[in-house]
């Protein structure tokens, strides 16, 4: 046991050294073709946002599908769901995104079908179209695991950033914004 203890301790300080390592420079967005969360469809066609068809009789958006390809303009493909702390915090800036201009298209992941709705419907819409996904399985074709977690697509319909975590503060100022211009969005976002 005696030995085990110096082991343990190195390894978890060797893991935050990594973290500190890794972590991007405060206030340098990513180069274009980069990404904040690794994705492996950086660069790819962005997969279409085909509803569930086990849960289309369910949805209480509709049963849209979006092709991404060939899109006028950049969009924002935002994975959230009704129970989601970090969703609810990142909503307003969806809000203001999409006042600004910006295509948002939600997928609605791992909800109830009228939690979901009560929560659009108290919240306000931010959102293009919204496919709903209660079991996860458009989020596991663009590897989401978990709410939040947008993409930027550009006009070509290829995956520019992808981003984990809620879109908000300096982070959504100084790395999402940048992302979204250098995919090819050329407008302000609104205050």
């Not at 068809?53 to 899109?71: C, K, R, V, W």
């Not at 298209?105 to 496919?131: H, K, L, S």
């Not at 709410?147 to 697509?153: A, G, K």
């Amino acid at each position: 046991m005696r030995t085990l203890v110096p082991i343990v301790a190195l390894a978890i300080s060797g893991l935050l050294l990594l973290m500190v390592l890794m972590r991007p420079e405060p206030g340098v967005p990513p180069a274009p073709g980069t990404a904040i969360a690794p994705s492996p469809l950086l660069g790819q066609v962005a997969p279409p946002l085909m509803p569930d068809t086990d849960a289309t009789a369910a949805s209480p958006f509709g049963n849209p599908m979006i092709e991404l390809a060939g899109a006028q303009g950049v969009t924002v493909v935002n994975f959230w769901a009704s129970w989601c702390p970090p969703c609810r915090a990142e909503h307003p800036t969806l809000l203001r995104l999409a006042e600004s201009g910006v295509r948002v298209i939600g997928v609605n992941i791992d909800d109830e079908p009228g939690a979901a709705r009560d929560y659009i419907d108290g919240a306000g819409n931010p959102f293009a179209a919204i496919v709903f996904d209660p079991k996860l399985r458009v989020a596991a074709g663009w590897g989401v695991t978990a709410p939040p977690q947008s993409f930027i697509i550009d006009a070509e319909g290829r995956v520019a950033a992808a981003f984990r975590g809620a879109l908000i503060g300096s982070d959504f100022e100084q790395r999402f914004v940048p992302a979204l211009k250098a995919a090819g969005w050329q407008g302000e976002i609104s205050r």
